[in-house]
């Protein structure tokens, strides 16, 4: 893939501005800025929510396992121990 160097860059903004206009360049560079700030931040918040979903798959399995264990636990407790009498 190509490097984009400086020269470059300033051959894209020339002719950004030769088919845009003085005027409507900051228009479109805002836009341009915007949208990509809201992807990321959609990103982000996607990731974050996913993280967050599955910490709560996680959690609510691990409390059904420990109130498994605790009712076998008690279980166990309640039955009588086999010996000799």
């Known amino acids: 893939m190509p490097n984009i160097g400086p020269m470059e860059l300033i051959v894209v903004l020339i002719i ?9 360049l900051p228009e479109v560079g805002r836009s341009l800025g915007r949208g990509i700030r809201e992807f990321r931040h959609s990103l982000r918040s996607d990731t974050h929510e996913g993280e967050a979903v599955e910490l709560r ?9 420990g109130s498994r264990t605790s009712e076998r636990r008690s279980h166990a407790a309640t039955r009588p121990q086999g010996g000799g009498a």
């Open 16 to 24: 950004a501005l030769l088919v845009l206009g003085p005027r409507k």
């Open 57 to 65: 798959e996680e959690l609510s399995a691990a409390e059904q396992l």
